[in-house]
C-alpha cells in the first residue's frame, strides 16, 4: 500500500483516537474535573479537528511543524473527495494564479536548464530583457549577487530569482559566446499568452493553438481570427492538444464565436450550486466557416466544454483520440494562510445532455493512472478498443448522432497515436535532451547563419538541417553517451532533422516556428486539412 494510501485509511483513525486520549486525560489528570483543561483547549464551538490540533500543539511530547500537519490533514480530508479538489499551498498560489489570469512579473524570457546552465530560449519582444539588449541564446551566470551557472540551480528556482513587482530592478549577467555582459533589467508586467500559433496552413485554411484557457484567451482568440480573416480564412483548425483547460467563462466565450442563435453551450449544476446555463448571446466571428477541432487524451475540461459543445450542435469535425473526461467545475477559496482551496462545486453538462466526467469511484492513484491504462490497453492505437464507461446513450442535437458520457469526449475521426517518434533510439535522445542542447548551443555559436529568416514561413521553406549540421549532432550524442546514434535508420534521421528544425524555429520564432515545423507532416493536422477541403 502507498504511503498516500496509508495516510487516507489512517489520518481519521489517528484523529479520532488522538482526540478521545486528549480527553480521556482531560478528565483524569488534576483539574480535569473542575473543567481547568477543557476551558484552555476545548471550546464547543471548534470542530474535533481543531481540538485535535490544539491538543497536538499544547502537550505533545516534541516539537510540531503545525503548518506540515495542517497541510497533511487538509489533504486527507479531501482525499475522501473527488480528484480535483485540492489544497494549494501558499507558496504556489501566485504561479497558478498568474498562469489563469494571463500575465506576471518580470523581466520577460523563457528559460531552459542545459546542462547545470540557464539558457534563454526567447524573449518577449518590446519587453524588459529586450529593451537592455538580452538576446535568444545567452547564458544567464548571475543573478544580483547569486552565481546561478553550476550550481544546481533549478529553473523554478531560476524564475523565483528574475520575477519580482513591475518597477523594481534585477541585475543579470549573462555570457554571449567568450563575452560576458551586465545589464540592469526594470521588471515590468508580463503576459504569458495561451495562444502559441495563429497561422494559415494551407490556402484558405486557418490554424489556432490554444495552450490554456486563460483571461486572455478570448482578447487573443479574436486578435487571431482577424489576423487570418485577412488572409483569406475560409475554414478553422482549433488544435486544443493537451490543453488542460482553465476559465470557464473564457471556453464559452470561444464557442459563442463559433455557434450561431442562442445555442446552450453547457449547464452546471450541484447540490449546493443551482443550475447554471451558458448561452450563446452575440453573433460570432466564424457561425459559418468550415470547423475542425484537435483533441488528446491531455484535453480536458474547459477543452472538453469547447469540442463537447461543436460535437453536439454538429458543428465542426472532431479529431483525434479520446479526451481526458473531467466534468467537473472549481471555485478557488483563499484561506487564511496564504494558500488556497480549490473546491468542486458543480458538474456541468453539454448540450446533449450528458456529463463527459470519468469515474473516479476507485480512488486518486486509479484515476491517475486512466491514461497510462489507455495506453496498456491499446485505445491510443486503435479506436475498437474505445470503452465508453457510461453506456446510456445520447444523441447530437441536429444530426441525432449517437454519442457517450461519463469518459470524455470520443473523436468523429480517429487518430492514432504516432509511435514512430519513439524509437529506441530517438527516445534515449529525448531523454538526455540531446537535441535541446545541441540546437541550443549551435545556435548561440552561429547566430549569422540565422539572421536572414525573418519569419517563420520563410524559416520553413528555406531551412534545412544539413549533413555537416547532423554529423556534428551525432559527434555531439556520442560525447553524450548515445550509443549507436552513428548507425541511426534513414527514417529515424528524417524524424530527428525535423525535431532538430522545430527547435531551431522555436529559438526563432517560439512556438509558433515550433508548431508550423511540427505540423507540417502532423497526422492530426493533415487528417483536418483533407477533411475539411472534402467538406
Keep these: ?17 488522538v482526540l478521545a486520549l486528549g ?37 505533545y511530547v516534541d516539537t510540531l511543524k503545525v503548518a506540515d500537519l495542517q497541510q497533511e490533514a487538509i489533504d486527507g480530508l479531501l482525499s475522501h473527495l473527488d480528484p480535483h479538489s485540492v489544497y494549494i499551498p501558499p507558496a504556489n498560489v501566485a504561479d497558478i494564479n498568474d498562469n489563469l489570469e494571463g500575465n506576471t512579473q518580470g523581466i520577460g524570457v523563457e528559460i531552459s536548464l542545459i546542462a547545470d546552465t540557464v539558457h534563454v530560449v526567447s524573449v518577449l519582444t518590446a519587453g524588459p530583457a529586450d529593451k537592455v539588449g538580452v538576446r ?41 559566446g567568450q563575452k560576458t555582459l551586465d545589464m540592469n533589467i526594470t521588471r515590468g508586467l508580463i503576459p504569458l499568452y495561451s495562444i502559441d500559433a495563429a497561422y494559415m496552413t494551407a490556402p484558405g485554411i486557418g490554424y489556432i493553438k490554444i495552450s ?27 488544435d ?23 445555442k446552450l453551450i453547457l449547464y452546471s449544476k450541484g447540490s449546493n450550486y443551482p443550475k447554471a446555463e ?80 470519468k469515474p473516479y469511484s476507485d480512488g486518486r492513484e486509479a484515476y491517475d493512472e486512466d491514461i497510462l ?48 517518434h519513439y524509437t529506441p533510439l530517438i527516445t534515449k535522445l529525448y531523454i538526455r535532451d540531446v537535441l535541446n542542447q545541441f540546437t541550443s548551443r549551435y545556435y548561440s555559436a552561429h547566430l549569422p547563419e540565422f539572421a536572414n529568416y525573418h519569419d517563420a514561413a520563410a524559416f520553413n521553406k528555406g531551412f534545412e538541417v544539413s549533413e555537416p549540421m547532423f554529423t556534428e549532432m551525432k559527434a555531439f550524442a556520442v560525447a553524450d553517451s548515445v ?18 528544425k522545430a527547435l531551431f524555429a522555436r529559438l526563432l520564432f517560439k512556438n509558433e516556428g515550433y508548431l508550423m515545423i511540427n505540423n507540417t507532416n502532423d497526422p492530426m493536422v493533415m487528417k483536418a486539412i483533407e477533411t475539411l477541403n472534402k467538406q
Excluded at 544546481?152 to 518597477?167: K, Y
Excluded at 484567451?217 to 489576423?227: G, K, L, N, P, S
Excluded at 464507461?389 to 504516432?418: A, C, N, S, W
Design 1 to 17: 500500500m502507498s504511503n498516500n494510501r496509508k495516510l487516507q485509511v489512517f489520518l481519521p483513525l489517528l484523529m479520532a483516537g
Design 23 to 59: 480527553m480521556y486525560l482531560g478528565h483524569k489528570m488534576p483539574g480535569g474535573q473542575n473543567g481547568d483543561l477543557g476551558a484552555s483547549l476545548f471550546n464547543r464551538r471548534q470542530t474535533a479537528l481543531e481540538e485535535v490540533m490544539n491538543l497536538l500543539k499544547a502537550k
Design 136 to 176: 535568444t541564446g545567452d547564458c544567464i551566470i548571475r543573478v544580483n549577487d547569486s552565481t546561478v551557472a553550476g550550481n544546481g540551480i533549478t529553473v523554478e528556482g531560476m524564475r523565483r530569482l528574475l520575477r519580482g513587482p513591475a518597477d523594481t530592478k534585477v541585475k543579470v549577467t549573462v555570457l554571449r
Design 212 to 238: 490554456k484557457f486563460s483571461a486572455s484567451t478570448y482578447r487573443e482568440f479574436m486578435d487571431a481570427m482577424t489576423a487570418l480573416k485577412k488572409q483569406g480564412l475560409k475554414s478553422l483548425i482549433i
Design 240 to 262: 486544443l492538444r493537451q490543453n488542460p483547460g482553465g476559465y470557464l467563462e473564457a471556453a464559452t466565450n470561444v464557442a459563442d464565436e463559433l455557434l450561431s442563435g442562442d
Design 278 to 357: 451558458y448561452r450563446c448571446n452575440k453573433p460570432g466571428e466564424f457561425e459559418d466557416g468550415k470547423l475542425a477541432i484537435l483533441t488528446d487524451e491531455g484535453s480536458a475540461s474547459a477543452s472538453e466544454i469547447l469540442a463537447g459543445a461543436v460535437q453536439d450542435w454538429d458543428r465542426g469535425t472532431i479529431i483525434g483520440r479520446r479526451t481526458f473526461g473531467k466534468g467537473l467545475v472549481q471555485e478557488q477559496y483563499p484561506l487564511s494562510n496564504g494558500g488556497a482551496l480549490r473546491l468542486t462545486i458543480a458538474r456541468y453538462y453539454i448540450p446533449s445532455g450528458r456529463c463527459i466526467q
Design 373 to 420: 491504462n489507455r495506453f496498456n490497453h491499446g485505445e491510443l492505437l486503435n479506436p475498437d478498443s474505445i470503452k465508453p464507461t457510461d453506456t446510456v446513450p445520447y444523441h447530437t442535437m441536429i444530426e441525432g448522432r449517437t454519442v457517450y458520457g461519463g469518459g470524455g469526449i470520443t473523436p468523429d475521426i480517429f487518430i492514432p497515436l504516432d509511435t514512430s
Design 483 to 500: 550509443p549507436g546514434v552513428n548507425d541511426m535508420k534513414a527514417d529515424e534521421a528524417v524524424q530527428v532533422k525535423k525535431r532538430m
